[in-house]
């Protein structure tokens, strides 16, 4: 490990709190922390950019529970319990709407193998304590029906919701404008490290943005962040998401009612309908690095899924096609608060789960920026579980 001091001059720029990202993560940590007085900026060439503009905005804590993950169960659920009333908050405040919509998700299986897998889906979801239904092939046709006739059945998630992850990022930028945050469009260089301590960033210009605090909330790049000591840098890597948007004429609707999904091939694949007539087919699943091409393989799979859940879809314009880069990390859960580093803080690694998770974040951070200690709810969520790789720095 090796630390070095910063030996630039901090320029008039200082805060309280300097957040390194302006995506949906860096910006509502921004936000809430200005609204508990502190005085923050935020550093990004385009805020309010990043996978938010790419993801679908499933609220799905229920439809994308796994084994292995409950205790992140317990703070997606807490996130999708606080959504009304931030969307409300929210809304209030910058008259943006945010396609917040409650209508549910129904996720139908298409052979025997996937309807045993939605089966022990639900044992796991009754045994957490969830709401969940399952329905026959016929019921959910029932209900949507779009679907394909072959659908042997399927489970009806009434609280899983969507949000529009665009017009969230918008609203957020919007909001931290009116709370008194101030932004640096450009690049981050490095973390300026001074006598053992984060000190602020260095930015590609050169100039040193001091601060009392930095979050890093720089999405997947968190995990390459230069200046960063080795022990201290999150474990966070990107996987890649192709995303399409299509648009359903409104001589068609309503084409579908709620977000519907399924494991085709072992793949993921959903589809979320707005209320504007958009429907967002996700996601490819990719570890390729930092690649975001689309690629003809990706635009197939998708459409050759989501063709089988719903032929329909075929009749389609296809609008938009985009690939963006989800967080991950080893255990598929975010990295909330302090480090090994004094004044160095994380919000990242929020993998599958960051538009969902982006209320509990919010306030997890402005708790932790003004107290030095995580919310209940988002202590085991500290990067130092980690142990070997995110340690605390010998004395
Ligand atoms: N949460 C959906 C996805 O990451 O594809």
């Known amino acids: 490990m090796s630390r070095t001091s910063d030996t630039s001059h901090t320029s ?36 309010g950019g990043g996978a938010a503009q790419v993801a679908a905005g499933m ?9 292995g993950e409950q205790t992140l169960l317990g703070l997606n659920l807490e996130s999708a319990r606080r959504y009304p009333d931030f969307a409300a908050e929210l809304t209030d405040l910058t008259g943006h709407d945010l396609g917040y919509r409650r209508s549910g998700t129904l996720a139908v299986a298409l052979d025997a193998d996937d309807r045993a897998h939605l089966r022990e889906l639900h044992a796991l979801q009754r ?26 059945g399927g489970l009806r998630v009434d609280g899983d919701h969507q949000i529009d992850p665009r017009r969230l990022a918008a609203a957020l930028v919007a909001a931290c404008e009116r ?11 490095r973390l300026s490290v001074v006598r053992e301590r984060a000190a602020g960033v260095v930015t590609r210009e050169g100039e040193v943005l001091g601060a009392g605090q930095v979050v890093l909330a720089a999405g997947s790049l968190s ?41 085709v091939r072992g793949s993921q694949v959903y589809l979320v309908p707005r209320e504007n ?27 050759r899924d989501a063709h089988e859940l719903v032929p329909g879809i075929t009749e389609l314009p296809l609008t938009e096609t985009r690939a963006g880069l989800r967080p991950g990390s080893p255990d598929n859960a975010p990295l909330l608060g302090p480090t090994g580093l004094e004044g160095l803080l994380l919000a990242t690694g929020h993998y599958r ?19 030095g200690e995580l919310p209940d709810e988002a202590r085991p969520f500290t990067p130092r579980r980690f142990g070997a790789v995110l340690t605390e720095q010998p004395a």
Not at 179 to 189: D, I, L, M, S, Y
Not at 237 to 258: D, E, I, M, N, W
Not at 353 to 371: K, Q, R
């Open 223 to 263: 995990g390459r962040f230069p200046g960063v000591p080795d022990d201290v840098l999150p474990p966070v890597r990107p996987v890649k998401g192709q995303v399409l948007r299509l648009t359903v004429p409104q001589r068609y609707a309503p084409f579908l009612s709620r977000t519907v999904r399924a494991v």
């Open 179 to 189: 709370a008194g945050v101030a932004f640096h469009r450009t690049w981050a260089e």
């Open 277 to 303: 007539g958009e429907l967002v087919v996700g996601a490819t699943s990719e570890e390729l690095g930092w690649d975001t091409t689309v690629t003809a393989g990706g635009v197939y799979e998708l459409l």
């Open 59 to 67: 609220l799905a804590a229920v439809t994308e529970l796994h084994y």
């Open 127 to 152: 045994q957490s304590g969830l709401d969940s239904e399952w329905l026959s092939g016929r019921e959910c046709r029932r209900l949507e029906p779009m679907l394909a006739p072959g659908v042997r």
């Open 353 to 371: 789960n960051g538009v969902l998770l982006t209320p509990v974040t919010g306030d997890a951070m402005a708790h932790v920026l003004t107290t």
């Open 12 to 47: 008039e720029h200082t805060s309280d709190v300097l957040v390194v990202g302006g995506g949906i993560i860096g910006l509502v940590t921004a936000w809430r922390a200005a609204q508990r007085g502190l005085a923050v900026a935020v550093l990004d060439p385009e805020p």
